[in-house]
């Protein structure tokens, strides 16, 4: 299982820091991504981390501003917000999968788990 937290209401510019905390034994195992949903959008892929960390990806929209990191020990993914914009406004979820080929892990498709998702409201 995966609970994801740290979302809220921020004005344009500000930072939040996301969590994942996924439930499993074996967390090195599972690769994580974030994606985000806006009202009448689909949803959309944000970022990922691979198993070790040794492959970390993002969407163009959150390149420079985002950062995603990962804890083995402590079983968490963390997405660090900076430089928030109201277009960043959106359920955010996190999602853990174990295979992945190519860039398959930016569709929801490849996820095995999903956690209910947190708000981010971003104010102009």
């Known amino acids: 299982q995966l609970q994801a937290c740290g979302g809220g209401l921020v004005q344009a510019g500000e930072s939040l820091t996301l969590s994942c905390a996924v439930s499993?034994?074996?967390?090195?195992?599972?690769?994580v991504g974030w994606f985000r949903q806006a009202p009448g959008k689909e949803r959309e892929f944000v970022s990922y981390?691979?198993?070790?960390?040794?492959?970390?990806d993002y969407s163009d929209s959150v390149k420079g501003r985002f950062t995603i990191s990962r804890d083995n020990a402590k079983n968490t993914v963390s997405l660090q917000m900076n430089n928030l914009k109201p277009e960043d406004t959106a359920v955010y979820y996190c999602?853990?999968?174990?295979?992945?080929?190519?860039?398959?892990?930016?569709?929801?498709?490849?996820?095995?788990?999903w956690g209910q998702g947190t708000q981010v409201t971003v104010s102009s």
């Open positions: 999602a853990a999968g174990k295979y992945f080929t190519g860039t398959y892990y930016k569709i929801t498709e490849g996820y095995d788990f």
């Open positions: 499993t034994r074996r967390f090195s195992d599972y690769a």
């Open positions: 981390v691979s198993w070790t960390a040794s492959l970390i």
